[in-house]
């Protein structure tokens, strides 16, 4: 069993600054693949940024020279640094991994940006 937990997420104000947090934990020491999703209300889920194993960085359109992705393969965490938020990042944030062909999600957390 795969359990990814999503923290960090809360209420900040436009132009601030949120840090999500990943763990990861069960069967799996090294994914493929980890990041970060979102979903808005009545919006699809969109990408934000992945990072491979080997340190290959993607990201979304919305987000480029805000957000940075990193990761901590020995914790098996992966990390989503935000910066000059504003009301449209307001969504909720998913951590994926991806293990060959399977796909693992979190619960998600909440990122509200309101002043």
């Known amino acids: 069993q795969v359990q990814l937990v999503e923290s960090g997420g809360g209420l900040v104000q436009p132009g601030g600054s949120l840090r999500l947090s990943c763990s990861a934990s069960?069967?799996?020491?090294?994914?493929?693949?980890m990041g970060w999703y979102r979903q808005a209300p009545g919006k699809q889920r969109e990408l934000i940024a992945t990072?491979?194993?080997?340190?290959?960085?993607k990201y979304g359109n919305s987000v480029k020279g805000r957000f940075t992705i990193s990761r901590d393969a020995a914790k098996n965490m992966v990390y989503l640094q935000m910066s000059a938020l504003a009301p449209a990042d307001t969504a909720v944030y998913y951590c994926?991994?991806?293990?060959?062909?399977?796909?693992?999600w979190g619960q998600g957390t909440q990122v509200t940006v309101s002043s």
């Open positions: 990072i491979t194993s080997g340190g290959t960085i």
């Open positions: 069960g069967s799996i020491s090294s994914f493929n693949t």
């Open positions: 994926n991994a991806v293990w060959i062909f399977t796909v693992y």
